[in-house]
């Protein structure tokens, strides 16, 4: 997914949260891993939804992006739902310092898991994988994601410990209108022609029925949770 943070891909996100609520069962599952704790941070936040919901959970949440879009559209979040332990921070997470008790990465992060292990005394990494549930069609050579397959056989070779959670949740993508799912999938695929976009929507949009998000594109998407101690413990 292309995290170039503007208006509308800030909005496409939050809606496709809002409508599917993954965000809220991802933080469900995180929950039950932070008892003891009470500092987390949360590496290449984003828009932080996962943090929203975990601040219900924990005392204290630290959210860092080096993207000032996003941080801006997570604070306005925070003062719509009066969250108030919850820290931004605009920098590069190359550069922190500090400890944490949690730290949380998840997708492109987590290809940096070792650097942040000195940090804290736990660390989670969310990671997902290749599925045929695409929401835009993705050139063939595009950039290869990160998958919990491979995080897994990293972890093995280099002899790090961990415990791993998969499940598999719905996070599609609703639309207010089919102008709205045309405009998503030229963001996303660049340079397609009129006839690919039509054929890619006629096999993957929905119908809902429904009013506010006339359709949707739906993907069930597999994630792994490692759970993998830090440094801080030894």
Do not use: H
């Not at 119908?207 to 792994?224: L, S």
């Amino acid at each position: 997914m292309n995290f170039n943070w503007n208006p509308d891909t800030i909005r496409w996100y939050q809606d496709a949260n809002f409508y599917t609520g993954y965000y809220k069962r991802v933080a469900e599952l995180i929950a039950t891993k932070l008892e003891g704790y009470s500092t987390f941070c949360d590496i290449g936040c984003g828009l932080g939804l996962v943090d929203l919901e975990l601040s219900k959970y924990i005392e204290s949440i630290t959210c860092i992006d080096i993207n000032s879009e996003a941080i801006y559209a997570l604070k306005k979040s925070m003062e719509l739902r009066k969250i108030t332990n919850i820290e931004t921070r605009l920098m590069d997470c190359e550069y922190i310092e500090k400890n944490w008790d949690v730290i949380f990465i998840s997708f492109f992060g987590s290809r940096n898991i070792e650097r942040f292990l000195p940090n804290c005394k736990k660390l989670i990494a969310v990671v997902g994988k290749d599925n045929n549930d695409e929401l835009f069609p993705r050139k063939c050579g595009s950039f290869k994601k990160n998958t919990y397959d491979k995080v897994e056989k990293e972890l093995i070779d280099k002899g790090i410990p961990y415990c791993i959670d998969k499940v598999l949740l719905e996070f599609g993508q609703p639309f207010i209108s089919m102008e709205d799912a045309e405009k998503f999938v030229r963001t996303y695929s660049p340079g397609i022609s009129q006839e690919n976009l039509e054929f890619f929507l006629t096999k993957r949009i929905v119908k809902t029925g429904e009013k506010e998000y006339p359709y949707i594109i739906p993907r069930k998407k597999p994630i792994g949770i490692f759970e993998i101690q830090g440094y801080l413990n030894e």
